[in-house]
T-cell receptor, first 113, second 112 residues
Framework: AQSVSQHNHHVILSEAASLELGCNYS??????LFWYVQYPGQHLQLLLK????DPLVKGIKGFEAEFIKSKFSFNLRKPSVQWSDTAEYFCAVNAVSNYQLIWGAGTKLIIKP | KAGVTQTPRYLIKTRGQQVTLSCSPISGHRSVSWYQQTPGQGLQFLFE???????NKGNFPGRFSGRQFSNSRSEMNVSTLELGDSALYLC???????????FGSGTQLSVL
């Protein structure tokens, strides 16, 4: 069965620090990959996605993620975080053959001002 | 454009009862998916509907069911509620499938 693993449940950083959140999935076939974010008091929203092509994808608010197929990974990065990046981040994956999104448990990111 | 609307926002039920949750997708969206969210577990996929047809179902017992109407509105039903069903139930809509989901605020279900 497919699964998605997010290694860090809680991350605390200071403003201007660099961020990398890990995401690994288990599925041998072709996948679509997503990062969603939930800011305090708001709905979940799409941060970025990878379907095909350039494995380095850029999303909103300066976030990017790199798909490394050999490592089954899709890590999220941001070179310099801001206090407003405080949120919960979710990685999600689906096999291109179906519409069942499998989600990681989420990472709560707290940015200290 | 109005967002995804879920009703009710909060529900308190007792064990053994049943509950129906409603979701109105964004206008023009034909795909509606449902998720159960619990602290520390992330989102668990329940099912996905497209044009009134269930395309995928997650690993939940048969007590969890859903349907979609011709106007794309969707309902999910949970029968014979158990304490472990307490969770936030999220609905998401999209035009075709998983390409970009738009989420509602969710229905917080508490089973006592």
């Amino acid at each position: 069965a497919q699964s998605v693993s997010q290694h860090n449940h809680h991350v605390i950083l200071s403003e201007a620090a660099s961020l990398e959140l890990g995401c690994n999935y288990s599925y041998g076939g072709t996948v679509n990959l997503f990062w969603y974010v939930q800011y305090p008091g708001q709905h979940l929203q799409l941060l970025l996605k990878y379907f095909s092509g350039d494995p380095l994808v850029k999303g909103i608010k300066g976030f990017e993620a790199e798909f490394i197929k050999s490592k089954f990974s899709f890590n999220l990065r941001k070179p310099s975080v801001q206090w407003s990046d405080t949120a919960e981040y979710f990685c999600a994956v689906n096999a291109v053959s179906n519409y069942q999104l499998i989600w990681g448990a989420g990472t709560k990111l707290i940015i200290k001002p | 454009k109005a967002g995804v609307t879920q009703t009710p926002r909060y529900l308190i039920k007792t064990r053994g009862q049943q509950v129906t949750l409603s979701c109105s997708p964004i206008s023009g969206h034909r795909s509606v998916s449902w998720y159960q969210q619990t602290p520390g577990q992330g989102l668990q996929f329940l099912f996905e509907y497209f044009s009134e047809t269930q395309r995928n179902k997650g690993n939940f017992p048969g007590r969890f069911s859903g349907r979609q109407f011709s106007n794309s509105r969707s309902e999910m039903n949970v029968s014979t509620l158990e304490l472990g069903d307490s969770a936030l139930y999220l609905c998401a809509s999209s035009e075709q499938g998983t390409e970009k989901l738009f989420f509602g605020s969710g229905t917080q279900l508490s089973v006592l």
